[in-house]
């Protein structure tokens, strides 16, 4: 059985089709491969559950991502992985959930120019935006902040999506290594 201070959440933040998703499945399958258990937290699929409510303000992004950051807590200080792929456009918000976690926690920002990510545009959003369907598009017309001091930055412009996921792995191993630590002291 996994030991509760082997958990982590690891944050995935970047602008839309920057690689988060495919980062998180890549990284859960080579954790679970460990035997590690593993929860991936999709910042939208916890805004239909739990966030129905809520809108693409700040406040409400600010809001999404305090209740994945809640959620992500839970299991990791559980023995749980918890993988998060979510935009999360804000630094203070994320930093809340980074004091939630202390060591627990892994920021990887996953970077690719706001050109690459529209030439990508997985989900057609950069291409809606354009057309004037869609405001508010995080990188486009609404701001992201990147993170100021992230574990690991991954640019995914530049590296293959393996590249990508040993980079957030070896950032993850080197927090869990610090996490346990810092358990022990206390
Ligand atoms: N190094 C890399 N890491 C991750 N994805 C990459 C990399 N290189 C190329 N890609 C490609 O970029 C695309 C990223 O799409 P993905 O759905 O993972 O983005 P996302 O950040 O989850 O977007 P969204 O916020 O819209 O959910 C995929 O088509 C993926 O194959
Ligand atoms: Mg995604």
Redesign the pocket.
């Known amino acids: 059985m996994a030991a509760a201070n082997e958990g982590l959440t690891i944050w995935l933040t970047?602008?839309?089709?920057?690689?988060?998703?495919?980062?998180a499945r890549g990284l859960a399958a080579r954790l679970r491969a460990e035997g590690r258990r593993v929860e991936v937290l999709e910042g939208?699929a916890v805004r239909a559950q739990l966030g129905r409510e809520l809108g693409f303000s700040k406040e409400d992004r600010d809001e999404n991502v305090r209740r994945i950051g809640v959620l992500a807590d839970l299991l990791s200080r559980n023995g749980v992985i918890a993988i998060v792929?979510a935009?999360s456009p804000y630094n203070e918000a994320r930093e809340r959930v980074r004091s939630l976690h202390g060591l627990r926690f892994v920021e990887a920002h996953?970077a690719a120019p706001v050109e690459v990510c529209a030439q990508?545009d997985?989900?057609g959003?950069y291409a809606r935006q354009r057309a004037g369907e869609v405001k508010g598009l995080t990188g486009v017309d609404d701001p992201y902040e990147a993170p100021l001091a992230p574990e690991v930055i991954?640019p995914?412009?530049a590296?293959?999506?393996e590249?990508?996921v040993d980079a957030v792995l070896v950032a993850a191993r080197r927090a869990m290594v610090l996490a346990r630590g810092g358990a022990a002291g206390k």
């Open positions: 970047g602008l839309p089709s920057a690689g988060k998703t495919t980062i939208e792929a935009v996953v990508r997985v989900k959003l991954v995914t412009h590296q293959s999506p590249d990508s």
